[in-house]
């Protein structure tokens, strides 16, 4: 159990196009999910933390207008970069968590694979 | 706030020694400490939690670690390496379940023969 996906598991795209990343909850309800970025040989840096049917809440410094982040439901949530530079290019990994618990599961957050995003 | 700082970015064993991988936390609230391994290009796998009662937390693949609130510490250990531990390691701490996670700089470990 506590299976998170993420799709597409790596991306490559122009400068100036928007890319959506979806990260999914398989076999459990994530009322909570976050979303981290990870530069090669680095830390995982949280950008946001996001609840079902509410407004992400951004970590300082990151442009909410750049990363758009939608939690309609409690099995997906998505991220979305919007107008892409090199800069963006980065691992994306999310998270999800069960927040008040679920049977036979704890609140810790289970991770997806990871989004390898590269923009040329 | 809470904070983490991992020991050491790299560290080598030789195979069959004992890996121990440091970690110190800051925190304001009683912790809820963390152990994940990443290999390259892949997500993050718990290998041990550490919440409330028992101290010393084991996980899996044979690593276990101790919550020493005096120390402030959470270190990672196992006995005997193994060439397939060989990875990146990152602790992390949350206040209170299911709340954002604060992830150290991580520590690659190498294992040799």
């Known amino acids: 159990g506590a299976v998170v996906s993420q799709h597409p598991s790596w991306v490559i795209c122009k400068s100036g196009t928007s890319v959506k990343i979806e990260c999914r909850s398989l076999?459990?309800?994530?009322?909570?999910m976050f979303w981290y970025r990870q530069f090669p040989k680095q830390s995982l840096m949280l950008m946001a933390t996001?609840?079902?049917?509410?407004?992400?809440?951004?970590e300082q410094g990151v442009e909410k207008d750049k990363f758009l982040i939608n939690h309609a439901s409690l099995t997906l949530s998505t991220l979305t970069v919007t107008s892409a530079h090199p800069e963006d290019s980065s691992f994306y990994i999310c998270?999800?968590?069960?927040?008040?618990?679920?049977?036979?599961?704890?609140?810790?957050?289970?991770f997806g694979p990871g989004t390898r995003l590269t923009v040329t | 706030a809470q904070s983490v700082t991992q020991l050491g970015s790299h560290v080598s064993v030789s195979e069959g020694a004992l890996v121990l991988l440091r970690c110190n936390y800051s925190s304001s609230v009683p912790p809820y400490l963390f152990w994940y391994v990443q290999y390259p290009n892949q997500g993050l796998q718990l290998l041990l939690k550490?919440?409330?009662?028992?101290?010393l937390v084991k996980g899996i693949n044979g690593f276990e670690a101790e919550f020493k609130k005096s120390e402030t510490s959470f270190h990672l250990t196992k006995p005997s390496a193994h060439m397939s531990d060989a990875a990146e390691y990152f602790c992390?701490?949350?206040?209170?379940?299911?709340?954002?996670?604060?992830f150290g700089t991580g520590t690659q470990l190498k294992v040799e023969l």
């Open positions: 076999d459990f309800q994530a009322t909570t």
């Open positions: 550490y919440t409330t009662g028992a101290t």
């Open positions: 996001s609840n079902e049917g509410s407004k992400a809440t951004y």
């Open positions: 998270s999800a968590s069960t927040g008040a618990g679920s049977p036979g599961l704890s609140y810790e957050q289970y």
């Open positions: 992390a701490v949350s206040e209170g379940g299911g709340n954002k996670l604060t």
